[in-house]
């Protein structure tokens, strides 16, 4: 057996695997989300309800100013992604599960620290 063909085998065992986790979704829940920021303090934070989810089965993303959810229990998926009203600064995220509750906070990054000064004539 060539390379080739025991590469296209790991891709067909890995797409196997693929298909039998989400044929066994049978639930997709957008789960329960509390969003607070404070503009003259420079920060936010999250707060998702996963009732029941272990904590190797949450996948949490996020982009300067968007971000992906994803956790998985039983037969059911929850999943939530949305674009946030302001940039974050991505070296101040944090966050913590417990008990069925993911917390996430940071720093908003301040929209004029890229700002060049101009010149006046």
């Not at 590469?7 to 695997?17: F, N």
Request: net charge negative; with cysteine.
């Amino acid at each position: 057996m060539s390379m080739v063909e025991k590469k296209e085998d790991m891709v067909e065992k890995k797409d196997d695997i693929k298909e039998n986790e989400e044929s066994k979704i049978k639930y997709r829940i957008r789960p329960t989300r509390y969003i607070n920021y404070d503009c003259v303090d420079n920060s936010w934070e999250m707060e998702f309800h996963l009732p029941g989810v272990a904590k190797e089965n949450v996948k949490f993303k996020i982009l300067k100013d968007a971000y992906s959810l994803e956790a998985t229990r039983d037969q059911a998926l929850y999943h939530t992604s949305e674009y946030l009203p302001f940039e974050i600064d991505l070296d101040s995220v944090k966050a913590e599960y417990n008990n069925g509750l993911l917390y996430v906070s940071g720093k908003i990054k301040d929209p004029m620290a890229d700002a060049v000064e101009i010149k006046l004539d």
